[in-house]
């Protein structure tokens, strides 16, 4: 049976929380057991917005870019919309 924590969902979470917190990024992230997608994971779901399947240690950076294009940083105010992170 597929896991997405044998496959680094894990990891690939505290990446992008750790990412987020250093480059002040205006998100709020949330983890989710499962989005169903067990043969397609770690799956990471933007809140709008895709999933993107198949995540991988080496995607985090260009996530994070995505994310702070389109949510900007903090600015002391309240956290952004939620990116949700699978098998966490």
Do not use: W, Y
Request: glycine letters at 14%; one cysteine or more; aromatic letters at 4%.
């Amino acid at each position: 049976e597929p896991s997405c924590a044998a496959r680094g969902s894990l990891e690939i979470a505290e990446a992008i929380e750790r990412g987020v917190l250093e480059r002040n990024i205006d998100i709020a992230v949330e983890r989710f057991i499962c989005f169903g997608q067990c043969t397609k994971g770690p799956t990471v779901k933007l809140a709008p917005g895709d999933f993107i399947l198949g995540t991988t240690p080496d995607m985090v950076d260009g996530i994070l870019d995505r994310l702070e294009a389109a949510c900007g940083t903090r600015d002391g105010g309240d956290d952004g919309p939620p990116v949700h992170l699978l098998g966490s």
